[in-house]
């Protein structure tokens, strides 16, 4: 029977009563400390639309944004909706967030801003995709490909957005693979710092899976990426019949995802409420590294999950990184990359400190396949070797 656990009577009774008399204490960024690169008065903000809110509808107007649909969160190459895509994925880590964002008084908008742009530099399948991708950008460049690095390129660097410095940390720092007990802020106060920090993640992974939020609300939208996957990735594994859900439990936070999600975010609340940091109790901290690493064992290097891709995805990837390459080198205009990203990205007018075109042209190889769909890469590889040996198998509905 799943055990849902509730706040205690003491910090309830003291919530209403600040709220009731005004003194609900406010610890989030206030909307006047918000930095651009361009401090343009476009993007101040207004009573009606705060700052913040401007850099979550440019991102939601992104044209990549769509892409999330087709992007796999766990499991590719499956032909049922019920499956999370990566567009549910960042939905769920923003509704999660916010209803922890709005028990701390902090700034909801910037909390919806994070979580939306966290994974909209991720590139066709999962974190799996990721590390091809980066394989082969490494053997080019010396450089690494990190997807939350990418994400803020994509926003800020693709398309020129003039998006906020606390929306572009929280998106490089939300990374859901390193779990912390606390959360303290580092502070971080200008773009040439912050432009720093990006910079050494692409000559380093480590560093790129150590950055730090620089607010409250990028550590919430951090913690809350990890609540978010957790149990419906194995609401997930179940649907897909590799493991019952029933298969994990922990008397702290349970098994199923509802359970989960209100065990982690109640805990959260009740050992962040006023304080600088977001915290975890030991329990239940311990509690989430003993699932995440279930989930590691029993989903995530699981045969089942990456098996066919390394035989079909992976040697795929590596054709089309090779033969895209070499277009931009040969000046090939009919090439795919020039008619289907160069043009693409060049569709609508922005800022830009250069051309696009002269980006160097294994990053523009980069942008375009972290850009893909699932669907749009297989697509393309077909389109662009007709007699390859390499062919994907979708599972479908009723296999």
Not at 77 to 105: E, M, P, W, Y
Not at 373 to 388: A, G, N, Q, V
Request: proline letters at 5%; glycine letters at 4%.
């Amino acid at each position: 029977m799943p055990k849902y656990k509730s706040l205690s009577a003491a910090l309830t009774e003291q919530m209403e009563n600040e709220k009731q008399n005004g003194t609900f204490v406010k610890t989030g960024l206030d909307n006047s400390r918000v930095i651009r690169r361009d401090p343009s008065p476009k993007d101040k903000g207004s009573i009606w639309r705060p700052p913040f809110v401007h850099d979550i509808d440019k991102i939601m107007h992104c044209p990549y944004y769509n892409r999330y649909t087709d992007k796999t969160q766990v499991f590719s190459l499956i032909k049922n909706d019920d499956i999370t895509r990566r567009s549910l994925h960042v939905q769920l880590v923003s509704r999660i967030a916010r209803t922890i964002g709005s028990a701390l008084n902090l700034n909801l908008d910037l909390i919806e801003a994070i979580s939306l742009g966290h994974d909209i530099g991720h590139p066709p399948f999962a974190h799996t995709g990721e590390w091809y991708l980066d394989e082969l950008y490494h053997a080019n460049t010396g450089r690494h490909f990190c997807h939350n690095i990418h994400s803020v390129r994509v926003l800020d660097k693709i398309f020129p957005y003039n998006i906020s410095l606390q929306t572009l940390n929280g998106i490089a720092s939300h990374n859901g693979e390193i779990e912390l007990e606390e959360y303290y802020p580092v502070p971080l106060d200008s773009f040439e710092e912050f432009d720093g920090l990006i910079e050494a993640c692409y000559e380093s992974r480590l560093k790129a899976n150590r950055l730090m939020p620089s607010t409250l609300e990028g550590a919430v939208v951090r913690i809350s990426d990890i609540i978010a996957y957790l149990g419906k990735d194995r609401q997930d594994a179940a649907r897909y019949g590799m493991v019952e859900e029933s298969t994990f439990y922990n008397e702290d936070i349970g098994s199923i995802n509802a359970e989960i999600i209100n065990n982690l975010v109640v805990n959260i609340i009740e050992n962040s409420y006023g304080k600088p940091y977001i915290k975890l109790d030991k329990r239940h901290f311990k509690a989430l590294q003993e699932s995440k690493r279930e989930n590691y064992h029993l989903i995530y290097e699981s045969a089942a999950t990456r098996a066919k891709l390394d035989i079909t995805a992976k040697p795929m990837m590596a054709e089309i990184y090779g033969q895209l390459l070499d277009d931009l080198r040969g000046e090939k205009k009919n090439s795919p990359i020039y008619k289907f990203h160069i043009d693409y990205v060049n569709k609508t007018y922005y800022k830009r400190s250069e051309p696009y075109e002269k980006t160097e042209p294994n990053q523009m190889v980069v942008d375009y396949i972290a850009s893909m769909t699932d669907d749009y890469f297989i697509d393309l590889h077909r389109y662009m070797f007709p007699d390859s040996k390499y062919t994907v198998e979708y599972k479908g509905y009723f296999d």
